[in-house]
Each structure stands twice: as C-alpha cells, then as structure tokens.
C-alpha cells in the first residue's frame, strides 16, 4: 500500500514520466571470450552496426604517436580475402555506407546497410579488423595520404586549437598526444609498428559490436560467436600496456600570428570523467552558459545571459562552451573567436566570460535551471536521432560506462539536479581552480597572461 505522502506525489511522478522518451530496450551479450554484443532494435529497413574498440592516442607511446589512426587508414588497404578493389566494390554493390574514425579514447570500424545485408556487414567488418594484411606498399602510399590529412587538419583553426589545448591541460601525458602524431612519425610508422599495437590492443574484452535499427540480437550473438569468437582474451606475451593516467596541470600556449584578423582561444578548467555521478550536472553548466554566433539570428535571442551580452556589444565573433569527458578526467571551458584590433574589448571579452562562468558557482534560478534542463535533454535527444547516431551512443556507452544507460534513466538523473547540487558542482570545477589556456592570432598580447586568467576564477567575497 502507498504511504500517504508518496500518493499525494503520484500526478508529480506520472507527469515526469510520462515526458520521458520510448527507447527500445538494449539486448547485451557477453561471448566467452568477452567480446560483446549490445543492439537496439529499432525497426525500420536498414541498420547501422559496428566495432567499437577501446584504443586510441591515449593508449600509444610518444615512440607510435598517430599509429593508432594509421591503422584506421591502414584496415581499408586489403585483407587476405578481399583486395582494396574487391572491398571497395562490395561495398557499393550493398548500397551501403562503410567508415571509421580514431580518437583520444575510441577507434570505431561501422557499417550502415540495409536490413537483409546485416550478416555481411558483421563478416566484412571481421574481416577488416582481423585479416587486414597491411602490405609495405600500402603502408608507404598511405603516409602521403595522411601527411595531406594533417595538412588539411592544420588549416582548421578550432582543430588546432584543442590539439594545443589538450597540450598544455595534460602536460607531459597521454591526453596531450594528438590523434594524428606528429609528422616524424608518421613519416617512420612501419608495417611492424601497426602489427605490434593491433596485437597489444585489439583483444576482445575492450571490444564491442553495437547496433541499431533492423537487427536482430540474436542473430547478432550468432555472427559474432562466428566471426568475433576467436579474438584473443589476452595480448600475447611481450605485448602487455599498463594504463597511465592523463594528469590535468594549469599551463598555456599562445602561437602568435599577425596575419590572421581573428583571434582564436580555447579557456578550459579540469572537467570530470564519464563515471562522474557529477557529469551531468556539469552539462547542464554547460547549457546555461549557452552559445553565440554573430551570424546566426536565434543567438540574438538567448535567453543565455552571456549570449545576449555578446549580441549587445562587438566583443566577439562566436562563443562556444564545451564538456569533453574521458575515462579518467575531462575538460570544461569557453572556445571563443573575437577580432583583436582593440585591447579594452578584448579584455572586456574575457572579463564578461569568465565572470559568467564563475557566477556559476554563486547558484541559478529554478527557472534557468529549467530551460537548461530542456536544452540538455532536446542535444541528447538529437544525438539518437538516427541508427548510426544510436550505434554511437550505445558503443560509446559499453565502452565508457561498462552498460547502455537509457533515455529514460539519462533523463531522470539530469531531473533530479536541483539548484544546489548544481552549484556545488561549479563550485568543484570551477572556483580558484587552474585553468589551461591556448589561443592562435594577432595581438594575443593583449589577452591577460595566465596568472590574470587564473584570478578570474573566483570573486573576493565579502
């Protein structure tokens, strides 16, 4: 029987659950040699399925760096059962979509089909991972291709950006590493380098086959047991890694370039790993924050104070907070572009964005709170929307979190976060806290060095 105080709370309870959003439930399946299976059936006729692998720049030497994206490159070459043509050509034979991508933490092999090509995808993905027979020729082809990619990535501002960030946040420590390594390496990788870290790190239990769409689990569990069942639980002797921690040191990086009209900055505080029973809260920081662009209309219109500040004045081009978690820790901060012809409005800019951020910590209202709530929930919501977009989360989720957590749990938790679990969040992070500072353009001398930046992280309290 319900207590009288839990009756009287059921139209509350019905009411936040009934905002919560349907999911199909996620089957999980653990193969004995602990390759697993995670799949969402979501209907339709076709489905998104792929390997997620738990590897990435984190996990090389300074010795590798960039091998781990070499071997992405590296798995479409040929196998010992298809040539790159032959691959290519099934490929476009099954009207389907075959990619792969590397990052700090994850390399992802994935594959989006139509429903009755599931089972080949599941094979020709084996296949990639397993049997790739990374030829010399292949390798020294592939070096100009990527050397042409890292020019491609220099000319990225924001890209560089966080590479220096990520540098100077973890000095001296495998987050500081760049996913593409530096040019000397890749200009040496050899065939023996990409053997070597496929042996130390493609073993099953940091392995998962996520999918979403028309699948079934069943047959999923089946494929794999078939394709995926003799993947080695262990590294063979001689190749063992022992996991380091990525430490958080307060530092910066200015790369001055007087022929550049913008500057570009990237401020970042210490933010918090994917387990973090705090994450959440700090995403719904980063809600409140909101964004800016002065080419985009709607920002005009935030109800962010920040944002609106910045349309009322000529401080900056955009604005953008961010909240980038991995396995150990994470970053939090603004990534903000501004023209640097006037030094007040350059320290006004910063001024205005560090106070916001700090104000933070002194508590919102219940009614921003709400809206950021909403904005928080209707991003996550979008970040599903799509098989391989739920493929993604599900992966991502296995790898990070060792489960899927649902919508509706997800939802729930950032639910239950009120106003003052929130500021002691910000408080955590962001009060008389170091900070990691990188930044690219002209007149950067008229930013304040990182000692200013670092004041700007708490107010004299009366």
Same mark, same amino acid.
């Given at each position: 029987?319900?207590?009288?105080?839990?009756?009287?709370?059921?139209?509350?309870?019905?009411?936040?659950?009934?905002?919560?959003?349907?999911?199909?439930?996620?089957?999980?399946?653990?193969?004995?040699?602990?390759? #697993?299976?995670?799949?969402?059936?979501?209907?339709?006729?076709?489905?998104? =399925?792929?390997?997620?692998?738990?590897?990435?720049?984190? $996990?090389?030497?300074?010795?590798?760096?960039?091998?781990?994206?070499?071997?992405?490159?590296?798995?479409?070459?040929?196998?010992?059962?298809?040539?790159?043509?032959?691959?290519?050509?099934?490929?476009?034979?099954?009207?389907?979509?075959?990619?792969? $991508?590397?990052?700090?933490?994850?390399?992802?092999?994935?594959?989006?089909?139509?429903?009755?090509? =599931?089972?080949?995808?599941?094979? @020709?993905?084996?296949?990639?991972?397993?049997?790739?027979?990374?030829?010399?020729?292949? =390798?020294?082809?592939?070096?100009?291709?990527?050397?042409?990619?890292?020019?491609?990535?220099?000319?990225?501002?924001?890209?560089?950006?966080?590479?220096?960030?990520?540098? &100077?946040?973890? =000095?001296?420590?495998?987050?500081?590493?760049?996913?593409?390594?530096?040019?000397?390496?890749?200009?040496?990788?050899?065939?023996?380098?990409?053997?070597?870290?496929?042996?130390?790190?493609?073993?099953?239990? #940091?392995?998962?086959?996520?999918?979403?769409?028309?699948?079934?689990?069943?047959?999923?569990?089946?494929?794999?047991?078939?394709?995926?069942?003799?993947?080695?639980?262990?590294?063979?002797?001689?190749?063992?890694?022992?996991?380091?921690?990525?430490?958080?040191?307060?530092?910066?990086?200015?790369?001055?370039?007087?022929?550049?009209?913008?500057?570009?900055?990237?401020?970042?505080?210490?933010?918090?790993?994917?387990?973090?029973?705090?994450?959440?809260?700090?995403?719904?920081?980063?809600?409140?924050?909101?964004?800016?662009?002065?080419?985009?209309?709607?920002?005009?219109?935030?109800?962010?104070?920040?944002?609106?500040?910045?349309?009322?004045?000529?401080?900056?081009?955009?604005?953008?907070?961010?909240?980038?978690?991995?396995?150990?820790?994470?970053?939090?901060?603004?990534?903000?572009?501004?023209?640097?012809?006037?030094?007040?409005?350059?320290?006004?800019?910063?001024?205005?964005?560090?106070?916001?951020?700090?104000?933070?910590?002194?508590?919102?209202?219940?009614?921003?709170?709400?809206?950021?709530? #909403?904005?928080?929930?209707?991003?996550?919501?979008?970040? &599903?929307?799509?098989?391989?977009?739920?493929?993604?989360?599900?992966?991502?989720?296995?790898?990070?979190?060792?489960? #899927?957590?649902? @919508?509706?749990?997800?939802?729930?938790?950032?639910?239950?976060?009120?106003?003052?679990?929130?500021?002691?969040?910000?408080?955590?992070?962001?009060?008389?806290?170091?900070?990691?500072?990188?930044?690219?353009?002209?007149?950067?001398?008229?930013?304040?060095?990182?000692?200013?930046?670092?004041?700007?992280?708490?107010?004299?309290?009366?």
């Amino acid at each position: 029987m319900l207590s009288r105080g839990a009756a009287r709370n059921l139209p509350t309870l019905a009411r936040r659950f009934s905002s919560l959003p349907a999911q199909a439930p996620t089957a999980v399946t653990s193969l004995p040699n602990e390759f #697993r299976i995670a799949s969402e059936n979501t209907g339709g006729e076709t489905a998104t =399925v792929g390997v997620w692998i738990d590897t990435g720049s984190r $996990y090389e030497s300074d010795a590798n760096n960039g091998v781990a994206h070499f071997l992405e490159h590296m798995a479409f070459k040929g196998t010992a059962k298809r040539s790159q043509m032959q691959l290519e050509k099934e490929v476009e034979n099954m009207g389907a979509h075959l990619n792969a $991508y590397t990052s700090r933490e994850q390399t992802v092999y994935y594959a989006k089909v139509l429903k009755k090509d =599931v089972p080949k995808a599941v094979e @020709m993905l084996s296949d990639i991972l397993l049997n790739s027979t990374f030829s010399k020729d292949a =390798v020294e082809r592939e070096r100009d291709v990527i050397l042409r990619e890292m020019q491609e990535v220099d000319s990225q501002i924001e890209e560089v950006v966080f590479d220096r960030l990520h540098e &100077v946040a973890f =000095v001296g420590t495998p987050l500081a590493r760049t996913i593409l390594g530096p040019e000397e390496n890749i200009k040496s990788i050899s065939v023996d380098d990409i053997v070597n870290y496929v042996k130390t790190h493609y073993t099953a239990p #940091r392995m998962v086959l996520a999918a979403s769409g028309a699948v079934d689990h069943d047959q999923l569990v089946q494929l794999s047991a078939e394709y995926f069942g003799g993947v080695p639980k262990t590294a063979p002797p001689g190749f063992s890694f022992e996991y380091e921690a990525s430490l958080f040191s307060g530092a910066e990086v200015r790369d001055h370039n007087d022929d550049m009209e913008v500057g570009h900055f990237a401020l970042a505080f210490e933010g918090l790993p994917w387990t973090d029973p705090d994450v959440f809260g700090l995403m719904l920081c980063q809600s409140l924050l909101g964004t800016f662009d002065r080419k985009s209309l709607a920002t005009q219109f935030s109800s962010s104070p920040l944002s609106s500040e910045l349309a009322k004045q000529n401080f900056a081009h955009t604005m953008q907070p961010f909240c980038t978690c991995y396995n150990d820790t994470g970053l939090f901060g603004v990534y903000m572009t501004s023209p640097m012809n006037d030094k007040d409005m350059v320290s006004e800019l910063f001024a205005r964005v560090q106070e916001e951020i700090v104000s933070l910590t002194t508590g919102v209202s219940d009614q921003d709170l709400e809206r950021a709530k #909403r904005q928080l929930k209707y991003n996550m919501l979008q970040q &599903v929307d799509g098989t391989s977009q739920n493929a993604e989360e599900i992966g991502r989720q296995m790898l990070t979190f060792g489960r #899927r957590m649902s @919508m509706a749990e997800t939802f729930a938790r950032i639910d239950g976060i009120d106003a003052e679990n929130l500021q002691r969040v910000a408080e955590k992070v962001i009060w008389d806290q170091e900070v990691a500072f990188a930044a690219i353009g002209p007149n950067l001398k008229y930013t304040g060095d990182l000692n200013a930046l670092r004041r700007g992280t708490y107010w004299n309290r009366m």
